[in-house]
């Protein structure tokens, strides 16, 4: 819902707000970067559910002063009546999709928590669809896309996960290097699968790639570790590529990466 605001009808809006996120978008027709903000708020108010509530700033400037609003767009977020979160500029979506979401789900994570749940009651076939329609709908949210691709990685629908990935391309940057990394992650499938193991270190790479793609991080670390300082060339450098791989998904602050990628340095260096 997209409301424009005025001294008549804003406190009648702030109530709103006990019944849903209410985010209040402060604007001019002057403004450039609030013409490049409009159509990300208004896509996510569609995706989230959040009435958008949108203020001129030329018309309605004591609604300006009361907030407090100095530069344009300034985006206040309102819950139970408060400000729960501010920004002020034109954010890249993705950054805009992070700051709405600590305070409301969108459509795409209800789909994710739901498949999620479909998948430990052992409904495998219930959320390999519930994807697959999912991504139709959504194409845009490319957490969604990322989500739908380990699960088609897990239940080895390979060539769809590898599309899905193809669709995430270098300028979506937040997501871009994960797709990356995922797309390794199809050749762990593999790994794991091949039935051509006859040597320890082919049989630890199946294993170790198997712990990888079932998400067991700490278990796959370890023994790609254990490969890379037996034989740093052993599948070209495929144990050193998929421990780069983990680190990416799971991202530099995890507790993992930070120890196994200081153990892996001092075997590389």
């Not at 959040?50 to 985006?75: R, S």
């Not at 051509?196 to 570790?225: G, H, I, M, P, R």
Request: glycine residues 4%; proline residues 3%; negative net charge.
């Amino acid at each position: 819902m997209i409301i424009d605001v005025n001294s008549e009808n804003f406190s009648e809006v702030l109530e709103k707000s006990y019944e849903n996120v209410v985010v209040i978008d402060f604007w001019a027709p002057w403004c450039g970067p609030c013409r490049a903000l409009k159509p990300i708020l208004e896509k996510l108010s569609k995706e989230f559910g959040f009435i958008l509530a949108k203020v001129n700033t030329d018309e309605n400037p004591d609604i300006a002063q009361e907030f407090g609003v100095h530069g344009i767009p300034d985006v206040r977020i309102i819950k139970d009546g408060k400000v729960v979160d501010k920004f002020v500029g034109a954010l890249p979506e993705s950054q805009v999709r992070n700051i709405i979401s600590k305070y409301i789900k969108s459509q795409a994570d209800k789909i994710i928590e739901e498949a999620s749940m479909m998948v430990l009651s052992g409904n495998r076939e219930g959320a390999y669809q519930l994807f697959k329609e999912a991504v139709e709908k959504y194409p845009e949210n490319k957490k969604l896309v990322l989500e739908a691709a380990k699960f088609m990685i897990k239940t080895n629908h390979l060539e769809e996960a590898e599309k899905l990935l193809n669709s995430i391309k270098e300028y979506d940057k937040e997501y871009f290097t994960q797709a990356q990394a995922l797309k390794e992650f199809i050749q762990l499938k593999k790994e794991c699968e091949t039935k051509d193991v006859n040597t320890e270190l082919e049989k630890l790479y199946a294993q170790a790639s198997c712990y990888a793609v079932e998400e067991n991080y700490e278990e796959a670390l370890k023994l790609f570790l254990e490969i890379v300082k037996q034989d740093r060339k052993f599948k070209d450098d495929g144990a050193r590529k998929a421990m780069v791989s983990i680190f990416t998904l799971l991202g530099e602050s995890h507790p993992l990466t930070k120890e196994y990628r200081k153990k892996l340095a001092m075997w590389l260096y």
